[in-house]
């Protein structure tokens, strides 16, 4: 890692607060998130997400939510899934940007499992027979 420079940045108070919160959830500071962040647009050569305006569509929908018009409540997580779980539609790219992401979200949860002794070590007949099959 290269030289270490201090730099001033002016945020707005409320994002930086609430993001604060989040990234110490997280395990991170606000520093080291925006290491994170200078890295990236590095290894992008760019902003390391797409940055875009909406179109007109999306931008009366947002108009309409801000003003609480079209409006679905939604009362539990089980109403929620229910709402979201009908259909995508997304560029092909994204959904296997998504899938890849998925798994290694998956493979590190494994390995994490896997370091803190969360498994259980047993034969796959074993493990058919607690599963009553």
């Known amino acids: 890692m290269g ?3 201090h730099t001033t940045l002016r945020v707005d108070e409320k994002n930086y607060k609430e ?4 990234l110490e959830r997280l395990g991170l500071n606000v520093s080291q998130a925006f290491n994170i962040f200078i890295a ?3 290894e992008t050569k760019g902003i390391p997400f797409e940055i875009k305006i909406p ?3 999306t931008q009366k929908v947002i108009k309409e939510a801000k003003k609480g018009k079209n409006l679905t ?4 997580l089980d109403e929620f899934k ?3 779980s009908k259909f995508v539609v997304l560029p092909i790219e994204e959904y296997e940007k998504l899938k890849e992401a998925e798994l290694e979200n998956i493979i590190r949860e494994a390995e ?3 370091k803190s002794g969360r498994f259980i070590k047993e034969t796959a007949e074993e493990h058919l027979k607690k599963l009553g099959n």
Not at 19 to 22: L, N
Not at 73 to 76: F, G, L, M, Q
């Open 55 to 57: 179109n007109e569509e």
């Open 40 to 42: 990236m647009i590095k």
């Open 73 to 76: 409540e939604i009362k539990d």
């Open 19 to 22: 993001a604060k919160k989040i």
């Open 3 to 5: 030289k270490k420079i």
């Open 82 to 84: 229910k709402q979201t």
């Open 112 to 114: 994490e499992d896997y």
